[in-house]
């Protein structure tokens, strides 16, 4: 016969373990969260630090360095604004500068043989700038510069030649016959002229 126990079976070990289990699961994920904060915030908390030291040791470096005397800098500043003042200027004068050597070489090259000169008379140009300020009138561009040649020659066609060379002068423009009379030089007839002129403007177009 096969032997049949009737007694009741003891489950009360059984339940006794679960529950400990189930309260001890969450407790030590708990405490193992913790741990990790713990961790993440002693990390951050030293690296604020470092940087807190790193700004601080910045901070005494700045206010080491010596600040510029505000009378220092405003001196330098006006000097600065002086000299480009100073070139600016220059620059302008350069480029309104006559070339007078330039200008009476190449009136020699095309003064005939036949033609001498008593007078020659020239007037540097006067900017717009200053016409206005001597006038109290407003300008716009340079004033001409007034070239005057008087001189004597045989006829009035070596007058006429005369011209058609001084027009061909690349710093002359406007060339004009002011005056052309029969004269007598001593006991010689000749040709009395007088051509005018004016200079280019310097730094202008043609």
């Known amino acids: 016969m096969r032997a049949i126990n009737l007694l009741p079976r003891d489950d009360s070990r059984r339940g ?4 400990q289990w189930v309260v001890l699961v969450p407790v030590v994920i708990a405490v193992l969260m913790s741990a990790l904060l713990s961790v993440l915030f002693l990390s951050a908390s030293g690296k604020v630090k470092d940087r807190q030291a790193q700004l601080a040791t910045l901070n005494d470096e700045l206010a080491a360095i010596p600040t510029p005397d505000a009378s220092k800098v405003r001196t330098q500043n006006a000097l600065a604004a002086d000299k480009l003042a100073r070139v600016k200027a220059l620059n302008v004068a350069l480029s309104r500068r006559v070339a007078w050597d330039r200008i009476f070489r190449e009136l020699s090259l095309v003064l005939p043989d036949d033609v001498w000169l008593a007078t020659l008379s020239a007037k540097a140009p006067v900017s717009s700038s200053v016409a206005t300020a001597t006038t109290g009138l407003p300008g716009t561009a340079v004033a001409a510069t007034e070239f005057t040649l008087d001189g004597y020659t045989y006829s009035h ?10 027009a061909v002068v690349p710093d002359l423009v406007n060339v004009q016959l002011q005056q052309s009379t ?6 010689a007839q000749v040709v009395h002229f007088v051509i005018a002129a004016d200079i280019r403007n310097p730094g202008g177009g043609s």
Do not use: D, E, I
Request: net charge positive; aromatic share 0%.
């Open 16 to 19: 006794r373990q679960k529950p």
């Open 157 to 166: 066609a070596a007058v006429a030649r005369l011209l058609s060379r001084l």
């Open 182 to 187: 029969l004269t007598k030089v001593g006991n």
